[in-house]
């Protein structure tokens, strides 16, 4: 049973529109999350982690946890075509190893 | 600072040979991770060593397949009598503390005939 999941889309959305990305993850004691980006043919990059319930905002993008609900959701404003990628979505807790998703790709229309 | 490290960039073997994959981490960083990740597909975890703690293998495929961490540093990724099976990205990642956020290297393209 996958830890992480993940819709891997593609998640279309236009130039200057919101992009909503989702993860559910089935480990309550699930503690920390994380997104990162990964441009084709190239390594993930980290974009943010969240630890605490709520949202929390750097710039264009905003991660938002919901503990009670095991999901965390990352949204783009003002989206771009270099936005355009596989977003993965990770998440642990206490003892246990992160564990990634299988990433959802988004593609930002001009 | 410099970042996490990966040598060779690039690697072709030809099928039965063994290879090595070394990973260098960002200084300081006591977990490292070994993921490998085939074509258009997702992460698959390998193993991750945790400051002095043993190693958790639970993900390598085989036993073709091992790694070791010399000195809490610098850590080479074996495979055995490599398969076409094998041909991947294989990616380390380092992080301060088995909860904390990882960082990437560039990856090895291992690429076997």
């Known amino acids: 049973q996958k830890e992480v999941e993940q819709n891997s889309g593609p998640l279309s959305v236009p130039e200057g529109a919101i992009a909503s990305l989702n993860c559910t993850y089935s480990?309550?004691?699930?503690?920390?999350f994380f997104w990162y980006r990964q441009y084709s043919g190239k390594s993930p990059e980290l974009i943010m982690f969240?630890?605490?319930?709520g949202d929390k905002e750097d710039g264009r993008f905003t991660a938002q946890l919901n503990k009670a609900s095991q999901y965390v959701s990352l949204l783009i404003r003002d989206s771009q075509p270099s936005d355009s990628a596989t977003y993965l979505c990770a998440g642990g807790g206490g003892y246990q190893k992160v564990t990634f998703g299988t990433g959802t790709k988004l593609q930002v229309i001009p | 600072g410099a970042g996490v490290s990966q040598s060779p960039s690039n690697k072709v073997t030809e099928k039965g040979k063994d290879v090595e994959l070394r990973c260098d981490p960002i200084s300081g960083h006591t977990a490292l991770y070994w993921y490998r990740q085939s074509l258009g597909q997702g992460l698959e975890f390998l193993i991750y060593f945790q400051g002095n703690s043993a190693p958790d293998k639970s993900g390598l495929p085989s036993d073709r397949f091992s790694a070791e961490r010399t000195g809490g540093s610098v850590s080479t990724l074996t495979i055995q009598r490599t398969q076409q099976e094998d041909s991947a990205v294989y990616l380390c990642?380092?992080?301060?503390?088995?909860?904390?956020?990882?960082?990437f290297g560039p990856g090895t393209r291992l690429t076997v005939t």
């Open positions: 990642a380092s992080s301060q503390g088995l909860m904390r956020e990882q960082y």
């Open positions: 480990d309550r004691g699930s503690q920390s």
């Open positions: 969240i630890y605490s319930n």
